[in-house]
C-alpha cells in the first residue's frame, strides 16, 4: 500500500515563495513518476502543475515554468516543488502523485492548500 504525505503550503502575498513536501512509503517502483497537479477551484478540474521521473526529466505547465522548481530524491521516495513569485491564480489545492512504474495510475496525497493574497 502507497501512502503519500505531503507538507507545505499555506497563505502567502504575491510575490512571495513557499515550498511543498511529498514522501512516497510503500512498495515503490524504481522507475516512477513524482509531481504535483492543483486544482485551482471547486469543480475545477485537476490540472499539472510539474513533473518529474526518476531519471531527472521534469516538465511544467506552461504558467509556472521560469517560476516553480521540481526536484526529487530517489532514494528517499520524496519531491518538492519550490515556488517563488507566486501568483493570485497560483491559488488552490496541490496534490502530490506518484506514479509507480510510471504507466501505472497515479496514488494521491490528500492535497494541501495554497492562498497567494493579492
Known amino acids: 500500500q502507497v501512502q503519500l504525505a505531503e507538507s507545505g503550503g499555506g497563505l502567502v502575498q504575491a510575490g512571495g515563495s513557499l515550498r511543498l513536501s511529498c514522501a512516497a512509503s510503500g512498495t515503490i517502483h524504481s522507475i516512477n513518476n513524482m509531481g504535483w497537479y492543483r486544482r485551482q477551484a471547486p469543480g475545477k478540474q485537476r490540472e499539472l502543475v510539474a513533473?518529474?521521473?526518476?531519471?531527472?526529466?521534469?516538465d511544467y505547465a506552461a504558467s509556472v515554468k521560469g517560476r516553480f522548481t521540481i526536484s526529487k530524491d530517489n532514494a528517499r521516495n520524496t519531491v518538492a516543488l519550490q515556488m517563488n513569485s507566486l501568483k493570485p491564480e497560483d491559488t488552490g489545492v496541490y496534490y502530490c502523485?506518484?506514479?509507480?512504474?510510471?504507466?501505472?495510475?497515479?496514488?494521491w496525497g490528500q492535497g494541501t492548500q495554497v492562498t497567494v493574497s493579492s
Open positions: 502523485y506518484l506514479a509507480s512504474p510510471p504507466w501505472a495510475g497515479p496514488k
Open positions: 513533473v518529474v521521473t526518476s531519471a531527472g526529466s521534469t
